[in-house]
């Protein structure tokens, strides 16, 4: 401490001055440090490729998927990045909204009017006819991807869709002496066979949390036989007393041949009740079908698609899951080589494969693995029925996710506890989708 | 109570005037360079409609949204619902956290290794916590399934599916994660205490209870004070356990105000309501802080 | 219950507490119970959850058995080698470490002020701090982003730094703006007295004191920073970069979801932050130098 002592004043500056230098490296650290520069191309040109649904054994394939194509197009690489499956739309969005949008995207079917809308994705119409396309995709699936979006383009590779399916335990059934189902009395009379509740056994699994809409639709229009929300006059069909007396049979299943506790059950309860031996049937779709086989063994598991309506009509859920790009992609021509290449038989069969999903590309649907996987088989030979219809749903309607998402949801909550009958609950809801299409109508005219 | 800003200070006040000044300037600066923007922008959308999937109807509404909003029921019943969740999921964490506190102040065996073990929830990730009593409630992987095999529960049921219950399980969720953030907060506060304090109580004779009300409390007050408000605010806007437990269910049991937002602006993309929303969460919550503060004489701290 | 800070082990007092023998005993029994018991529970109410994480990671799929035996590592192996959790792991180490440095000095220097000081805009700088608690960053996603794009930020590590640091900063400020206010400000005058400058004074007399609230401080901006979510998806575009809650959500899906990996992932974005904290809680508490201030 023993120093020549400067003026108060000029010493409590400098102190000042020393106090203030930490926060101001501090700051400038902060702000500056960030600075990235990029890596420049030299030749090779990179494309951004982001998955909306992005699990490890997806993210492998994937990946492998990338290879195959890089491999056979050594100027262009594609760097991938993996979106978690419930928060990828915000994200879409926040970049979208920012300019800062990939080149590549995996949307499904029922994520196109919401992009679109953005005016995120590029139409692939021109494209898609120009490389003749049109002949090696199955056309029912091109046209059921053209009627997810708003003006009815092509958004996405139609070369891969979900089916619906139930998965039941085969072996459950065939220890009690039942026969495989094939019609609605079947299951009705399985399910509750098969439900022992003091054993903790139900018949079944319904989806009452999150996400239920898509199985309502599966196990209630199949049995009304009606497949479109909007019927020819453009009026909704959810109070059509066909689909109110196919839902009140299904509501009755809560409780009945179900855990109680499946009132606010999502994909997650019902997958660990199906594969923990706690469920017999399970409604869902054949994308799950490879993780159920992690945990269960193939001659456990039986597939069915619903089964047709008394009239004989048998109605099919599909929903195309394929590959887009985005409109602002600074490299439209290799993007679209990526996508041609998803789409090809090498790169379809491939996916197709790896994911568990229906293959487009009509080469590959003559494979021998697609008449393997019994998954695959069920849903393709109820397409090929010719009674067989795809079940029309509006995704091009801004508010359809909003009303079967978030309003429904509390409501058809209530309905399972037996506070709302199954009656005023869906003609609440036809009302609302009649309003919806209406100021869809009125604004877009 | 506690010794704070002083006389002293006063003595240097001419020549030290920009001192805090400039210490709160890093704080300051980062404050205003990336949250006046951003909050200015959730205000200006408050009186929009805005939703991208719905480009036609967007535009300027004035204060069409809040009207909308007085008349929303599920705004009413959430705002309700947020009031008894913020109340009784801090009031249970801060009653907990004290007691674990003063429990773990005294000394014994083993301390260290129950205070590490005690205070862990606090480190556990949002998505984690509830992915682990998710785990515990599920009808097949949980609690439930053992008990119904002793025969304690019937098969199949889950407290997050009852209407009332799904409450309980969120609180004992939350509690679980939120209880070590009180508890770490008040034994760091304990610390500070004069243990000449307690010794001169004890020659006067003071009981437990009295030594508690008469020295710990008064030490430890401020600071409880303020982290309930933070704690009260946090499990306000906080919808990462309520989303992944309850979703805001079972029928729209267990939605709070903000989980309401989240579902209107981000999952309907309805932004503009949401946003709307956003801001009378806001006021109401500024009105709650000045009213708490003033009430707890904050602003005096000399207390 | 005593509620005394002593460190003395119970133990201790027995050798002069012989004449009464009989009344300390029952008394401790009860003071013991009292303590152990609450404490017993306490622990088992923590500790059950984590068991639950713990026995899906060890277990084998499809396995219900209430003891993971045997153990399996195939969980762990997954989630490490497919899932890239080795990276996650790193960046959220990078991400946390620094978002703790830098959060931790600017709640020193603002909570100096704030504990020292009375100047004029005080109050309003405390509104506005809180203020910024008031509105969920979720709502804010697309102006944050353009700033970060704006200042160079984005796919870079530091807008996660940097976001967690601002939405945590009112916090630490006010909690450590608290813990310095404990301190007695005549500890600093007598070292002003005796020559020391502002900040030598600081640094000798309070920041020794502060230490347990500074490790509270710094866990808590470490821990919100290692398990922020949100900013790490949003604003975070390459993989390389995302963080382990990031890694984490991918176990979480419609199709799929294996609460085996994902127990697994659990347990490795868990346990390096609870042994740090093992390690770091010993500073929560001071021992007898608490007994340095004199009045």
């Keep these: 401490?023993?120093?020549?002592?400067?003026?108060?004043?000029?010493?409590?500056?400098?102190?000042?001055?020393?106090?203030?230098?930490?926060?101001?490296?501090?700051?400038?650290?902060?702000?500056?440090?960030?600075?990235?520069?990029?890596?420049?191309?030299?030749?090779?040109?990179?494309?951004?490729?982001?998955?909306?649904?992005?699990?490890?054994?997806?993210?492998?394939?994937?990946?492998?998927?990338?290879?195959?194509?890089?491999?056979?197009?050594?100027?262009?690489?594609?760097?991938?990045?993996?979106?978690?499956?419930?928060?990828?739309?915000?994200?879409?969005?926040?970049?979208?909204?920012?300019?800062?949008?990939?080149?590549?995207?995996?949307?499904?079917?029922?994520?196109?009017?919401?992009?679109?809308?953005?005016?995120?994705?590029?139409?692939?119409?021109?494209?898609?006819?120009?490389?003749?396309?049109?002949?090696?995709?199955?056309?029912?699936?091109?046209?059921?991807?053209?009627?997810?979006?708003?003006?009815?383009?092509?958004?996405?590779?139609?070369?891969?869709?979900?089916?619906?399916?139930?998965?039941?335990?085969?072996?459950?059934?065939?220890?009690?002496?039942?026969?495989?189902?094939?019609?609605?009395?079947?299951?009705?009379?399985?399910?509750?066979?098969?439900?022992?509740?003091?054993?903790?056994?139900?018949?079944?699994?319904?989806?009452?949390?999150?996400?239920?809409?898509?199985?309502?639709?599966?196990?209630?229009?199949?049995?009304?036989?009606?497949?479109?929300?909007?019927?020819?006059?453009?009026?909704?069909?959810?109070?059509?007393?066909?689909?109110?007396?196919?839902?009140?049979?299904?509501?009755?299943?809560?409780?009945?041949?179900?855990?109680?506790?499946?009132?606010?059950?999502?994909?997650?309860?019902?997958?660990?009740?199906?594969?923990?031996?706690?469920?017999?049937?399970?409604?869902?779709?054949?994308?799950?079908?490879?993780?159920?086989?992690?945990?269960?063994?193939?001659?456990?598991?039986?597939?069915?698609?619903?089964?047709?309506?008394?009239?004989?009509t048998q109605v099919l859920g599909l929903l195309t899951t394929g590959f887009a790009m985005f409109q602002s992609s600074k490299h439209p021509e290799e993007a679209w080589k990526f996508l041609e290449f998803t789409m090809s038989q090498e790169g379809d069969s491939f996916w197709a494969q790896a994911s568990g999903y229906i293959p487009g590309n009509i080469a590959v649907a003559d494979e021998q693995w697609v008449q393997d996987s019994p998954a695959l088989a069920a849903a393709i030979a109820a397409g090929a029925n010719e009674k067989a219809v795809p079940m029309n749903v509006p995704y091009y309607l801004p508010e359809y996710s909003s009303i079967t998402g978030t309003d429904m949801l509390p409501d058809w909550q209530l309905v399972l506890q037996g506070e709302l009958s199954v009656q005023d609950f869906l003609t609440k809801y036809a009302t609302a989708m009649n309003e919806a299409q209406q100021r869809y109508e009125d604004a877009t005219k | 109570m506690t010794a704070s800003a002083t006389p002293a200070s006063r003595r240097r006040t001419r020549s030290t005037a920009w001192y805090p000044y400039v210490l709160i300037g890093p704080a300051a600066a980062l404050v205003v360079i990336f949250l006046v923007y951003p909050v200015a922008s959730v205000f200006y959308y408050s009186l929009q409609r805005y939703n991208v999937t719905m480009p036609f109807y967007n535009g300027f509404v004035g204060l069409g949204n809040f009207i909308e909003i007085a008349q929303d029921a599920k705004f009413w019943r959430s705002l309700g619902f947020t009031l008894q969740w913020v109340v009784v999921e801090v009031g249970l964490q801060f009653v907990f956290g004290l007691i674990l506190a003063l429990l773990i102040n005294r000394a014994f065996r083993g301390r260290g290794i129950v205070r590490a073990l005690v205070f862990s929830p606090w480190a556990v990730a949002g998505i984690l916590t509830t992915t682990i009593w998710l785990l515990i409630y599920n009808p097949t992987t949980g609690f439930g399934h053992y008990l119904a095999d002793l025969g304690l529960v019937p098969y199949g049921t889950s407290l997050l599916s009852g209407s009332g219950t799904a409450f309980w399980a969120a609180v004992l969720a939350e509690l679980w994660k939120g209880a070590p953030f009180f508890a770490i907060l008040i034994l760091a506060d304990l610390q500070s205490i004069s243990l000449e304090l307690y010794e001169s109580a004890d020659v006067d004779g003071a009981g437990r209870l009295r030594k508690f009300v008469s020295i710990t409390w008064p030490h430890i007050r401020s600071a409880v004070v303020i982290a309930t408000l933070l704690r009260a605010v946090w499990e306000f806007n906080n919808v990462d356990l309520l989303y992944t437990l309850t979703g805001g269910g079972p029928a729209g049991s267990t939605t709070t105000l903000p989980l309401y937002v989240a579902q209107t602006a981000i999952t309907d993309r309805d932004f503009g309501y949401g946003s709307a929303l956003t801001i009378v969460a806001f006021v109401i919550l500024i009105v709650f802080t000045v009213v708490y503060l003033r009430a707890n004489r904050f602003g005096r701290e000399n207390a | 219950?005593?509620?005394?800070?002593?460190?003395?082990?119970?133990?201790?007092?027995?050798?002069?507490?012989?004449?009464?023998?009989?009344?300390?005993?029952?008394?401790?029994?009860?003071?013991?119970?009292?303590?152990?018991?609450?404490?017993?529970?306490?622990?088992?109410?923590?500790?059950?959850?984590?068991?639950?994480?713990?026995?899906?990671?060890?277990?084998?799929?499809?396995?219900?058995?209430?003891?993971?035996?045997?153990?399996?590592?195939?969980?762990?192996?997954?989630?490490?080698?497919?899932?890239?959790?080795?990276?996650?792991?790193?960046?959220?180490?990078?991400?946390?470490?620094?978002?703790?440095?830098?959060?931790?000095?600017?709640?020193?220097?603002?909570?100096?002020?704030?504990?020292?000081?009375?100047?004029?805009?005080?109050?309003?700088?405390?509104?506005?701090?809180?203020?910024?608690?008031?509105?969920?960053?979720?709502?804010?996603?697309?102006?944050?982003?353009?700033?970060?794009?704006?200042?160079?930020?984005?796919?870079?590590?530091?807008?996660?730094?940097?976001?967690?640091?601002?939405?945590?900063?009112?916090?630490?400020?006010?909690?450590?703006?608290?813990?310095?206010?404990?301190?007695?400000?005549?500890?600093?005058?007598?070292?002003?007295?005796?020559?020391?400058?502002?900040?030598?004074?600081?640094?000798?007399?309070?920041?020794?004191?502060?230490?347990?609230?500074?490790?509270?401080?710094?866990?808590?901006?470490?821990?919100?920073?290692?398990?922020?979510?949100?900013?790490?998806?949003m604003f975070i575009s390459r993989q390389d970069q995302f963080t382990i809650p990031v890694g984490l959500s991918y176990l979480l899906g419609e199709f799929g979801t294996d609460f085996g990996a994902l127990a697994a992932g659990g347990v490795i974005a868990v346990v390096p932050v609870v042994l740090v904290f093992a390690y770091v809680q010993r500073f929560l508490v001071q021992g007898l130098s608490a007994g340095a201030v004199k009045g």
């Design chain 1, 1 to 312: 401490m023993m120093r020549e002592t400067p003026h108060p004043r000029t010493r409590t500056r400098r102190r000042a001055a020393r106090l203030a230098v930490i926060p101001a490296i501090g700051l400038t650290a902060l702000l500056v440090a960030g600075c990235a520069t990029g890596p420049s191309d030299d030749g090779v040109v990179t494309l951004e490729l982001w998955d909306t649904d992005t699990r490890p054994e997806r993210t492998a394939n994937l990946e492998k998927l990338i290879d195959m194509f890089e491999k056979e197009n050594p100027g262009i690489k594609v760097d991938y990045l993996g979106l978690p499956t419930d928060s990828y739309m915000q994200k879409i969005g926040t970049a979208v909204a920012t300019g800062s949008t990939p080149d590549l995207v995996t949307p499904k079917a029922s994520d196109i009017s919401a992009l679109v809308a953005q005016g995120a994705l590029a139409p692939l119409d021109d494209r898609f006819s120009a490389g003749g396309w049109q002949d090696q995709i199955d056309a029912s699936l091109v046209q059921t991807t053209r009627d997810a979006a708003p003006d009815g383009k092509l958004y996405i590779t139609p070369a891969t869709a979900l089916a619906d399916v139930m998965f039941y335990r085969a072996d459950w059934l065939r220890d009690a002496g039942l026969p495989e189902p094939t019609s609605w009395d079947d299951f009705d009379s399985e399910v509750a066979a098969l439900t022992d509740a003091s054993t903790g056994r139900f018949g079944y699994t319904i989806r009452g949390g999150n996400g239920f809409w898509p199985q309502f639709m599966e196990m209630v229009f199949t049995r009304a036989g009606i497949a479109t929300l909007f019927d020819e006059n453009g009026k909704s069909t959810l109070d059509d007393p066909r689909v109110v007396e196919a839902a009140q049979k299904y509501v009755d299943l809560y409780k009945t041949t179900t855990a109680e506790s499946d009132l606010t059950a999502d994909f997650k309860v019902m997958q660990a009740q199906f594969a923990a031996g706690s469920a017999g049937f399970l409604s869902h779709s054949i994308g799950s079908y490879p993780t159920l086989l992690q945990s269960m063994t193939p001659d456990q598991i039986g597939v069915t698609v619903p089964f047709p309506a008394e009239d004989g």
């Design chain 3, 1 to 233: 219950m005593t509620l005394d800070t002593t460190v003395i082990a119970p133990t201790a007092s027995r050798s002069h507490a012989a004449p009464r023998r009989r009344r300390i005993s029952r008394d401790r029994v009860i003071d013991q119970l009292l303590l152990r018991l609450p404490l017993g529970v306490a622990l088992l109410f923590t500790l059950v959850p984590f068991y639950w994480m713990l026995l899906f990671a060890f277990r084998p799929a499809g396995s219900t058995a209430l003891i993971p035996w045997p153990i399996t590592l195939d969980n762990f192996a997954k989630v490490w080698n497919t899932s890239g959790f080795g990276i996650y792991f790193l960046n959220s180490v990078y991400v946390a470490v620094t978002s703790l440095v830098v959060s931790t000095i600017i709640a020193l220097l603002g909570g100096y002020a704030l504990a020292r000081f009375e100047f004029r805009g005080k109050g309003a700088f405390l509104l506005v701090m809180l203020c910024t608690q008031f509105i969920p960053g979720a709502m804010m996603l697309i102006p944050l982003f353009q700033i970060f794009n704006g200042l160079g930020l984005t796919n870079s590590l530091w807008s996660l730094i940097v976001s967690d640091t601002v939405f945590h900063l009112p916090l630490s400020l006010v909690l450590m703006s608290g813990f310095i206010r404990n301190v007695p400000v005549e500890l600093e005058e007598a070292a002003w007295v005796d020559g020391c400058s502002r900040i030598r004074a600081f640094r000798l007399v309070v920041l020794p004191l502060l230490r347990p609230g500074i490790v509270a401080v710094g866990s808590f901006a470490f821990i919100s920073a290692w398990n922020n979510f949100l900013f790490a998806v």
